[in-house]
């Protein structure tokens, strides 16, 4: 492998990875990376240089330490209002991240400081929990999911630290971690769009639409291309469903099927894919019955796609793999 | 609309490759430009993304022809340098196949790094910046850069070797 193909190879490097690394670099958190990589891109500075947008966890630790500090000054004063029985201070903070490092805060120093105010301090933050949990789950915006999101990270952030200085004294701080979890999940999901038009690609007949064609689907029509180019006929057999599931039933593993099918077949028909990697080795010229290798999942599926396009049937042939 | 967007993270794309501010803008018009032209047939599906990638791609041809500038001319070819040593070697021709099987094995090594790793190796390796400019950008000093990057190299040799791509 040359420099050139080395370049190219990593080009190919998933598309949230890339544009997570130039996002975040400044932080290189993990928390914040992973469920923010396919968010828009919203703050730039003038220079040109990548500014970090303030959802992204980019709040730098000493922020995150004097906000504590700051909370901490505050509970030991509220902790000596609470002990005068005025209970009417126990209000919803405004903001979710502010009220969230506050309450942690509150818990931390009145677990340290006085035993009698814990339970009064474990209320409030349990209801204020649950409310940003809530925000959390209305993913309809994907920005508010976002936002939520960064919001919560932060928190995880400022509980486990509280949780280490609390010797177990409250077990309930765990529970806002859990809905941190579960947030995240939700919001990292994509869908492709690109249509899939495989009987043009045998009416193509130059290499170049073939290319494009194959760029628009993001991959590779190899075996067209091997065809146009000459280096095999378009009549070279074609994989079997039979073929295949005997294979399969020989004991071989994901591996061991890639392998073979390359050796037999070394053009599949396409190759490619957004995220996972996808081979096709179509049963015939129109390309709607076709068995589909995914790397990633290692999974081995029959496809046949119905004439209109829909009532597709899968069939996983390989059980070991997920679908 | 997508300029203003998407342009800063464009901008430092082709500036890390090219080296200047100038051939950058330049560098992000054409890519503009091709997207243009190519957006609706292409759908891509992070849009973000797409546009590094054209833009990482223009900035690679403008390199190649001869288009290098004072600050980070030759990071290209000293970054892909560091790497590969841990490929396989250019007498071995990869099919297709090979070649998205050593993707998604780098891919699965790079998934499993803390993301400060992960991103230090985009930066370095898909983005060829400048191990002072990551420095600066990932709070290191420099030379904490380059042993990060190097112990991360080592990791993905010994990776790629138990994965028998190697």
């Known amino acids: ?35 923010l990589a396919a968010a828009p891109v919203s703050a730039k500075s003038p220079g040109g240089q990548i500014a970090v947008s303030h959802r992204t966890a980019a709040v730098p630790r000493w922020t995150v330490a004097a906000a504590l500090a700051a909370c901490l000054l505050f509970a030991v004063g509220f902790g000596a209002v609470l002990l005068h029985g005025n209970d009417d201070m126990l209000i919803p903070q405004n903001s979710p991240v502010d009220s969230m490092l506050e309450e942690v805060t509150a818990v931390t120093a009145s677990a340290q400081t006085t035993p009698a105010l814990t339970k009064t301090v474990t209320t409030q933050r349990t209801v204020q929990a649950d409310t940003t949990t809530a925000k959390a789950e209305t993913a309809q915006p994907v920005t508010a999911a976002v936002t939520s999101e960064a919001a919560l990270s932060i928190e995880t952030e400022a509980i486990e630290s509280t949780e280490e200085i609390q010797t177990g004294a409250l077990p309930e701080a765990s529970e806002p971690a859990a809905s941190v979890t579960e947030s995240e999940t939700t919001t990292i999901v994509t869908t492709t769009t690109i249509p899939r038009e495989p009987h043009k690609i045998m009416q193509m007949t130059s290499v170049e639409e073939v290319e494009r064609e194959g760029s628009r689907m993001v991959g590779e029509y190899a075996r067209r291309i091997a065809e146009l180019n000459g280096k095999i006929d378009e009549d070279a057999p074609r994989i079997t469903t039979e073929e295949v599931m005997q294979m399969i039933a020989d004991g071989m593993d994901f ?36 068995i589909l290798l995914t790397i990633e999942q290692e999974t081995v599926v029959h496809i046949v796609h119905g004439p209109d396009g829909t009532g597709n049937v899968f069939d996983i042939l390989n059980k070991g793999g997920t679908p | ?124 390796y898909w983005g060829f910046t400048s191990f002072s400019d990551l420095a600066a950008e990932f709070g290191m000093r420099e030379n904490n850069v380059q042993v990060t990057l190097s112990h991360i190299r080592k990791k993905l040799l010994a990776y790629l070797r138990k994965e028998g791509l190697l």
Request: proline letters at 4%; charged letters at 25%.
């Open chain 2, 1 to 124: 609309m997508i300029s203003e967007q998407y342009g800063a993270l464009c901008r430092t794309v082709a500036r890390d490759i090219l080296g200047s501010e100038q051939d950058a803008e330049e560098c992000l018009n054409d890519a503009l430009l091709q997207i243009w032209n190519a957006i609706p047939p292409a759908q891509p599906e992070n849009l973000c993304a797409y546009l590094m990638k054209t833009v990482r791609n223009h900035a690679l041809n403008r390199y190649k022809s001869g288009h290098r500038a004072k600050r980070g001319g030759g990071q290209q070819a000293a970054a892909l340098e560091e790497l590969s040593e841990l490929l396989p070697s250019s007498e071995n021709v990869l099919s297709e196949l090979e070649r998205r099987e050593l993707l998604a094995a780098i891919t699965r090594f790079l998934q499993s790094l803390p993301a400060k790793k992960r991103n230090l190796f985009v930066r370095r």
């Open chain 1, 1 to 35: 492998m040359n420099v050139t193909e080395l370049s190219e190879l990593l080009n190919d490097l998933p598309d949230q990875m890339i544009v997570s690394a130039y996002r975040h670099s400044r932080t290189g958190g993990d928390a914040a990376s992973a469920g």
């Open chain 1, 255 to 290: 591996r061991a099927v890639l392998q073979r099918l390359h050796e037999l077949y070394p053009y599949p028909d396409y190759i490619g894919g957004s995220g996972v990697t996808n081979i096709e080795y179509w049963l015939d010229r129109s390309g709607t019955d076709f």
